[in-house]
């Protein structure tokens, strides 16, 4: 048996188990054996009923006394009775009505989960396995419990995974000898053993250590390969960073930049003087002063009769960019262009030619930037605003429009964590601001629970009487039936009806451009006090007078997004505050976490809590950096494995570029990550 084997062809698979498996990503013998066990179950020291503690994980051999299914506020119940030589206890699972009728009396389960007491002891959900169906559940005392899919048993990809193990002829080693010896590393299959086939606990964590290692080393290796690629060969023409346009911006700025501003924006000048072509992240928090620094970039491609792009997400934010320093960038001899997919068709045709005579040095746009009859006369440098918004093959295409490789700025008003910098972005040179301008205004943040709206609603009257605007974010657009949550409609509604259909507007993602940008404008200009949005308004949006913030059900959003959210307040020299309207019953989880971001005003601080919590594939998304993604390891637990990999890949591709020596290394690039090579030298 060959690891590229289609699983298909392994005994007691067949076609129906292989289209179950391939939901999961299983689809080679190879990719059965990394798909890993999810927990482990230790059966050496087995625990009885009665001696269980309220609070804690346990598990238990148990057998079926009864069941019972009806439906409860929470949905479909189903709760049976089971008992061992102890005690008995009830077991429930909710919203599984497939269980129902599922269990017969006598039969044998091993359940595990936490044990919790509602008039009784119970468990709630909890993981379980027949054993009457799995003659070799006693076989070991450590018990692999696998990701699952909809009609896949445990025990048939324990099973899977043990054949394969037994039948196997050879996968071949992934990692060179040398480093093996020196972080004492098992061989690749020995580790599969362990994880697989453990004896003890102590063996999981050995093979754990040489996988997650792995995984990293070829992580951070892709890294090395893609900045040779965008370094190697490749030449920009330098542009001065102190020109006419450049100095004149500066000296117009009716406000004084501050420490972190000047410090980057000499960093970036270092970079656009040399020939080697800029590839800098700027990562600067909500509000810190990001867009004058990009725009001191973007003018010394001006001064040099060249031009520069900005790519923002959202026709909003392009279109705040464009109108919010249109009037400055004029007054100095700059010449500005704003290009979005809503203009009408002769009004995108007269741009485009524009921006082709080069009658235009500074274009700022969206995804409408990168259409193929877009073409640049000369551009020298390309900004891509709020990156993980776009993907790698959309930053390329817009470099793409210069026929020399262009200065590439990514920004970012998401803080992103140490870990992820170093691990996602160690191609790039970063610049960090976290200084705010001066002048601004204390903001606080509040939480309170649904049943004081009424009273927040009083409070916001007042508010606005004194001459103050607020956005008030709901997570739907409409009512749902399945999700009892405030809509942006329904509370719209409400509003109107309280404060009349003059002083409110709403905003979200299904209404098209003109009418998102009209209700924008309006309320930017003040002709309605109150915004009703969804998270349309979640980047880009710089309105000074809005000093409050109202959102509905925060425990439907992320850290990170709330934080975005916050920071379309405080922008002014008014005092700020934003008030989240929690449901009660919340879990402790949830409320743990709202109360962090009420108490914490530092986006670092927060993008490190959102990392934990919700890991780093789902902060970053694999499309925005075209990096595979991580399935064993984790960038915040296994930060000194991610460190010596770096080291490591980063040595082995500097001193053989070409992989010549190192052939293992070469062939698994290939081999596992064919598709990451092809996104190598985006830039």
């Not at 993907?391 to 140490?418: C, F, N, W």
């Amino acid at each position: 048996m060959k690891p590229e084997t289609p699983v298909q062809y392994l005994k007691g698979i067949g076609p129906k188990r292989a289209a179950r498996l391939s939901k999961l990503g299983i689809n080679t013998v190879e990719d059965l054996l990394f798909h890993l066990p999810s927990r482990y179950i230790d059966r050496s020291n087995p625990v009885p009923i009665a001696s269980a503690q309220i609070g804690q994980e346990a598990t238990f051999v148990v057998k079926v006394m009864g069941s019972t299914f009806r439906r409860s506020r929470r949905g479909p119940l189903v709760q049976i009775l089971v008992a061992d030589e102890s005690a008995q206890m009830y077991v429930v699972w909710f919203n599984r009505p497939d269980l129902r009728g599922k269990f017969k009396p006598g039969e044998k389960l091993l359940v595990s989960g936490q044990v919790t007491f509602y008039d009784q002891m119970q468990m709630v959900n909890p993981f379980f396995e027949r054993l009457d169906a799995n003659p070799d559940f006693f076989e070991r005392p450590i018990f692999p419990v696998y990701p699952l899919t909809e009609g896949l048993a445990a025990w048939e990809v324990r099973r899977a995974a043990n054949r394969v193990l037994d039948e196997l002829d050879e996968l071949p080693e992934t990692i060179p000898l040398e480093i093996m010896q020196r972080h004492e590393l098992p061989g690749i299959m020995q580790a599969l053993q362990y994880v697989h086939r453990p004896r003890e606990m102590a063996e999981i964590e050995k093979g754990l250590a040489r996988l997650r290692y792995e995984e990293l080393f070829y992580f951070e290796a892709l890294i090395a390969m893609r900045r040779r690629s965008l370094e190697e060969g490749v030449e920009a023409e330098p542009l001065a960073p102190e020109g006419k346009l450049t100095k004149g911006f500066l000296k117009a700025l009716p406000f004084e930049l501050t420490r972190d501003q000047l410090k980057v924006i000499a960093e970036i000048g270092a970079d656009i003087c040399d020939k080697n072509p800029m590839h800098r992240l700027l990562q600067g928090d909500v509000g810190s002063g990001k867009t004058v620094v990009a725009l001191c970039a973007m003018l010394a491609a001006a001064d040099a009769g060249r031009q520069a792009a900005m790519m923002a997400p959202t026709e909003i934010l392009a279109e705040q960019h464009y109108q919010g320093w249109k009037k400055t960038l004029e007054a100095i001899g700059a010449r500005p262009l704003l290009l979005t997919g809503s203009l009408k068709n002769k009004e995108k045709e007269e741009r485009r030619e524009m921006i082709a005579r080069g009658k235009a040095d500074m274009v700022f746009g969206t995804h409408a930037l990168i259409e193929e009859n877009v073409e640049f006369r000369d551009l020298a440098l390309v900004v891509v605003d709020e990156q993980h918004r776009f993907g790698v093959m959309q930053r390329a295409a817009l470099a793409s429009k210069s026929e020399v490789r262009p200065h590439v700025l990514v920004m970012s008003a998401t803080p992103i964590p140490r870990t992820l910098t170093l691990s996602y972005y160690g191609d790039l040179d970063v610049s960090v601001i976290k200084q705010k301008p001066k002048g601004r205004a204390e903001r606080t943040t509040e939480l309170a629970y649904e049943g004081r709206k009424e009273g927040v609603y009083r409070w916001l009257e007042e508010r606005l009487k004194e001459g103050d605007r607020a956005y008030v974010v709901c997570p739907l657009i409409e009512e749902s039936e399945k999700l009892e949550l405030s809509s942006a409609k329904e509370t719209f509604d409400e509003l109107v009806e309280r404060l009349g259909d003059q002083r409110v507007t709403l905003v979200h993602g299904r209404m098209k451009p003109q009418e998102r940008q009209l209700a924008m404008s309006r309320f930017r200009k003040g002709e309605v006090e109150v915004l009703v949005s969804t998270t349309v308004i979640e980047v880009g949006v710089d309105v000074p007078q809005a000093t409050i913030m109202i959102i509905m059900h925060p425990e439907r959003f992320g850290l990170a997004q709330l934080h975005q959210l916050r920071g379309r307040i405080g922008r002014g020299q008014r005092p700020s505050r934003c008030v989240l309207l929690m449901p009660r019953g919340l879990s402790p989880e949830a409320s743990q976490r709202l109360t962090f971001f009420a108490n914490t005003e530092d986006g670092f601080a927060l993008a490190e809590e959102d990392l934990r919590i919700r890991g780093p594939g789902q902060i970053m998304g694999r499309r925005q950096h075209g990096l595979p993604d991580l399935r064993i390891a984790d960038l915040l637990r296994d930060r000194d494995l991610l460190m010596a990999a770096q080291k490591d890949a980063f040595k082995i591709l500097k001193e053989d570029p070409e992989l010549k020596k190192h052939p293992r290394v070469s062939a698994t690039i290939r081999r596992r990550h064919a598709q990451s090579l092809e996104l190598l030298g985006v830039a």
